[in-house]
């Protein structure tokens, strides 16, 4: 068990080792589009990387989620084939949003460093698909809500 000071410092390493493997400028929230973003997580039970729309507007949260998956099978077929769509993932604050996502299927806890390796290729493959369907379909996407 680690105290909170030591589960934060571990973080810090986690995130900061995790930059230095993989040194890019990611996406994440510079999708132009508010609430629309890509996210890393990880924490002691999994790690994902995800595609979260949680904007203060429903109905534009909803255009949003239904145009990507009007491209779904493009989606999967070409980018993410373990990717899973969810209409109401509860966060752990209780917010609902919608998320769309791959999980890391191998062990991974954020206080174990001999899991973090694979958590890092697996955040670098996976997230780089990503954004690779986001670049290629942003057009589509944002003409929903523009």
């Known amino acids: 068990m680690f105290s909170k000071?030591?589960?934060?410092?571990?973080r810090k390493e986690f995130w900061t080792s995790f930059g230095?493997?993989?040194p890019r400028k990611w996406v994440l929230y510079n999708t132009q589009i508010k609430g629309f973003s890509f996210k890393f997580?990880?924490?002691?039970?999994?790690?994902m990387v995800c595609l979260d729309i949680e904007s203060n507007d429903p109905g534009k949260n909803e255009l949003l989620f239904?145009?990507?998956?009007?491209v779904k099978n493009l989606l999967i077929e070409d980018y993410l084939p373990e990717v899973i769509f969810d209409n109401n993932y509860i966060l752990d604050n209780g917010k609902s949003i919608h998320r769309i996502y791959v999980i890391h299927e191998e062990k991974f806890n954020i206080h174990n460093k001999n899991?973090?390796?694979?958590?890092?290729?697996?955040f670098n493959k996976n997230m780089d698909q990503f954004e690779t369907f986001y670049e290629d379909f942003e057009d589509f996407i944002k003409q929903v809500i523009y």
């Open 5 to 10: 000071e030591e589960s934060i410092k571990i």
């Open 20 to 22: 230095k493997s993989f």
């Open 41 to 47: 997580v990880a924490d002691q039970k999994k790690a």
């Open 66 to 70: 239904e145009q990507i998956l009007d």
């Open 115 to 122: 899991t973090w390796r694979t958590a890092y290729e697996f």
